[in-house]
């Protein structure tokens, strides 16, 4: 009888850890280090160590335990296998197979945005719904889709790379893939600051944003005091992410959107300016979508880490 | 043991009908008419009947059959009902039960872009892949996506609804759906048609296209015939469904994308245009999806509703 599983979320300075059981509550949750140097060979020993050692202090036997999942900040194909993984130190990597001959245990890995969006998928926002699109609102711009309850891994570990959708051409710069005019250049932190700049430097128009260093917060916060100027950026920002989620809604066509990241701190005020443009232009069946916001936080890995396993 | 299954296509006009073995190939195929009067009372009967007689003069016992699968050309969810299917007649109906309860063999249905798809991932252009994007390029764009050898149905059946991405503001006029610049706009034949109208509207430069009228064969055509005006209108469209196909590919990332409809009978210089834009603005580890164009024509129905049933 399985009561228990892990999921684990493998970052670049911490590898974020949690205990569940298999209803889907935290039991336990915990750091440790990401230990990079030596194209990173002590990770995985590292965090089967750190799970065996919690089943000791848990006086759990490994019999009850479902397995572990493990979310990984790069491409893993559904076989567990990651081409390489730069900011791990990582080539070629067998993480699910050496993983299960570390701990003996059985392991199933993703993607950290899917994972991310499996478990705002389970637990979050969206719990209760099979059918889902996360966007993560980062540095970047991340996102899983979930259909059936399962995540679209991809066949280069591609989907969900929703930041990278071209969503105009005349988008000044490139984007860190080295494409031109991705939804990232303009919907990222880094890009709604690009917008709001250019936003500043094209007119006269007083703002608060001229004080002080601009970022996505100052930005929304000018938003929520009613600045004309930093409500023409949310427009902006909000017409390239709701037309992009209304194309990817004549794809996927899900029950559930879910954004998070930092800029959703932002809150429902940012969903109104999205949600303004996606009604403008999804697929008319299309028009219930529920948007919500994450409500994991950091936490949405380990979840969705271990709902890989269930 | 099962060694037959029927593939039904259900059209405004006629029925597609085939019997297949298990591994795909066609025993035969026939067509039947589709009565649309008394709310189409009359489609499901007709075709339980046809293939029961089908059985009988193939001395084939139902124990035999896999089951039927059925396209119909409108939303229907996994299980088999429809809401409404305005061009058969029908209002709520559910499909798969009434169809069991006439023949007493299992049976699946479809929307009839998405079992196209099917059947051209099964046994067509994509023949081998499982992970693959089809559109439709016809009086309007369709589309189906199959992950994993399975159609993505959608929460409201609208999965694959290709033809209705946005894609341009600028776009004259309204799409049929009741949007503006939707891809069906400037990619289907009538799409084609208007943007060669308004090119001829908009310059002097001699073209063939000012003799005769104008469709999207005599503008392939032209291209053929190296017509100047009608390589521009061509890179347009590439353009608009090159650019669509890359944003998919970031959202599902298939192995293979195929191109299907009577627009695509103008071959493979279609796809050059469409695949070179796909490469300016396609995620950089998606670069090597095989583009295709559809092999099975108007039998695609069939093959895909057989696939369906196994």
Same mark, same amino acid.
């Given at each position: 009888?399985?009561?228990?599983?892990?999921?684990?979320?493998?970052?670049?300075?911490?590898?974020?850890?949690?205990?569940?059981?298999?209803?889907?509550?935290?039991?336990?949750?915990?750091?440790?280090?990401?230990?990079?140097?030596?194209?990173?060979?002590?990770?995985?020993?590292?965090?089967?160590?750190?799970?065996?050692?919690?089943?000791?202090?848990?006086?759990?036997?490994?019999?009850?335990?479902?397995?572990? &999942?493990? =979310?990984?900040? +790069?491409? !893993?194909?559904?076989? *567990?296998?990651?081409?390489?993984?730069? #900011?791990?130190?990582? $080539?070629?990597?067998?993480?699910?197979?050496?993983?299960?001959?570390?701990?003996?245990?059985?392991?199933?890995?993703?993607?950290?945005?899917?994972?991310?969006?499996?478990?705002?998928?389970?637990?979050?926002?969206?719990?209760?719904?099979?059918?889902?699109?996360?966007?993560?609102? &980062?540095? =970047?711009?991340? +996102?899983? !889709?979930?259909?059936? *309850?399962?995540?679209?891994?991809?066949? #280069?570990?591609?989907? $969900?790379?929703?930041?990278?959708?071209?969503?105009?051409?005349?988008?000044?710069?490139?984007?860190?893939?080295?494409?031109?005019?991705?939804?990232?250049?303009?919907?990222?932190?880094?890009?709604?600051?690009?917008?709001?700049?250019?936003?500043?430097?094209?007119?006269?128009?007083?703002?608060?944003?001229?004080? +002080?260093?601009?970022?996505?917060?100052?930005?929304?916060?000018?938003?929520?005091?009613?600045?004309?100027?930093?409500?023409?950026?949310?427009?902006?920002?909000?017409?390239?992410?709701?037309?992009?989620?209304?194309?990817?809604?004549?794809?996927?066509?899900?029950?559930?959107?879910?954004?998070?990241?930092?800029?959703?701190?932002?809150?429902?005020?940012?969903?109104?300016?999205?949600?303004?443009?996606?009604?403008?232009?999804?697929?008319?069946?299309?028009?219930?979508?529920?948007?919500?916001?994450?409500?994991?936080?950091?936490?949405?890995?380990?979840?969705?880490?271990?709902?890989?396993?269930?």
């Amino acid at each position: 009888m399985k009561k228990y599983v892990f999921g684990v979320d493998v970052g670049g300075t911490t590898v974020k850890m949690g205990l569940f059981n298999v209803d889907g509550e935290v039991l336990d949750k915990w750091e440790i280090k990401t230990h990079t140097e030596n194209g990173g060979e002590a990770i995985l020993p590292d965090i089967a160590a750190s799970a065996l050692a919690k089943l000791e202090e848990k006086n759990i036997v490994k019999d009850e335990v479902a397995g572990i &999942g493990i =979310g990984i900040p +790069g491409p !893993i194909n559904d076989e *567990g296998v990651v081409p390489h993984t730069a #900011n791990l130190g990582w $080539g070629y990597k067998e993480v699910t197979r050496e993983l299960e001959e570390l701990t003996g245990l059985p392991c199933k890995g993703g993607n950290d945005a899917n994972v991310a969006a499996l478990g705002e998928a389970w637990k979050g926002g969206a719990a209760g719904y099979s059918n889902v699109v996360m966007v993560t609102l &980062g540095t =970047g711009v991340g +996102g899983g !889709i979930i259909i059936g *309850g399962k995540i679209i891994t991809g066949s #280069n570990g591609a989907g $969900g790379e929703i930041g990278h959708l071209h969503v105009d051409d005349n988008i000044p710069g490139h984007c860190g893939c080295g494409n031109q005019g991705c939804l990232e250049q303009v919907a990222s932190a880094t890009g709604i600051t690009n917008l709001a700049n250019q936003a500043l430097a094209a007119s006269d128009k007083p703002s608060m944003l001229r004080e +002080g260093e601009v970022s996505a917060k100052t930005v929304f916060d000018a938003v929520k005091a009613d600045d004309e100027l930093a409500k023409e950026i949310a427009e902006r920002f909000g017409k390239y992410l709701g037309t992009a989620l209304a194309n990817i809604t004549a794809i996927v066509d899900p029950q559930a959107i879910v954004i998070g990241g930092g800029v959703s701190k932002a809150g429902p005020i940012l969903l109104e300016y999205v949600e303004k443009y996606y009604q403008k232009y999804c697929f008319k069946s299309c028009r219930n979508v529920k948007f919500t916001l994450a409500t994991l936080g950091n936490d949405a890995g380990i979840f969705g880490s271990a709902k890989l396993v269930l």
